[in-house]
């Protein structure tokens, strides 16, 4: 299993580029999340989903949009990059069933820049 | 408003000690509780959690306690070692809000040979 994947890993992007930001899980997890992660900052969620079709606002989601399509791929797209946005991001996933752990798993991140 | 703090960005520890870290919470409703263990240019990755059914949990050299009435909890690592030098999250839950984690701001273990 590779757990949960990122891509990239590094990006620079110009104020007012878009991109997005790739995620997949190969652990048919139901629960997907992004984080992002500011310097000297704990880990804030911008947007999570609960399954395939269903999406949801997290603390930060200004900025962001994301789908899920599929069990496996929960991309987050930015679409006109502000250097505010420069952070390093964070997709996780978790199986979440009645009295589940909460245990979540997480990709390896990427770091954006947005100048 | 920060609802999980971790007062302390940094502790360091000399090998074989015992580490404390230490999470204080604000929402009442927090429910369920972790604590994550990252390496520099990796992901946070998951170490040991407590319902608030409980008021202790142990894995290993790994402790983690729960004082609901204080909404203090701690992690103690014992005997520290080298390689348990990372940054260390501390997460909260509240059931209504399914899986959806709290972060704190994370303190810095450094374990000295």
């Known amino acids: 299993n590779a757990g949960v994947t990122q891509t990239p890993k590094f990006r620079i992007l110009k104020i007012g580029q878009s991109m997005t930001l790739q995620c997949t899980q190969d652990?048919?997890?139901?629960?997907m999340y992004w984080y992002r992660q500011d310097p000297g900052m704990g880990l804030k969620l911008i947007y999570y989903s609960v399954g395939a079709g269903i999406t949801d606002k997290g603390e930060v989601p200004n900025g962001y949009n994301v789908s899920r399509s599929t069990t496996e791929d929960f991309p987050l797209r930015l679409e006109l990059a502000a250097p505010s946005q420069t952070s390093v991001y964070f997709c996780a996933s978790s199986y979440t069933a009645t009295g589940g752990s909460y245990e979540q798993y997480f990709g390896p991140g990427t770091r954006l820049t947005v100048t | 408003d920060q609802q999980v703090k971790q007062n302390s960005p940094s502790l360091s520890v000399q090998e074989g000690r015992i580490s404390i870290l230490n999470c204080d919470y604000t929402?009442?409703?927090?429910?369920?509780f972790l604590w994550y263990k990252k390496y520099p240019a990796e992901g946070p990755t998951f170490l040991i959690s407590?319902?608030?059914?409980?008021d202790k949990n142990e894995d290993g050299r790994f402790t983690v306690f729960l004082n609901k009435s204080a909404k203090h909890l701690s992690l103690h690592i014992v005997p520290s070692q080298p390689g348990d030098s990372a940054v260390y999250f501390c997460a909260a839950s509240e059931w209504s809000s399914g899986d959806k984690l709290t972060f704190g701001t994370g303190t810095r273990l450094a374990v000295r040979p």
């Open positions: 652990m048919n997890h139901n629960y």
């Open positions: 407590i319902s608030s059914i409980k």
């Open positions: 929402n009442s409703m927090f429910d369920y």
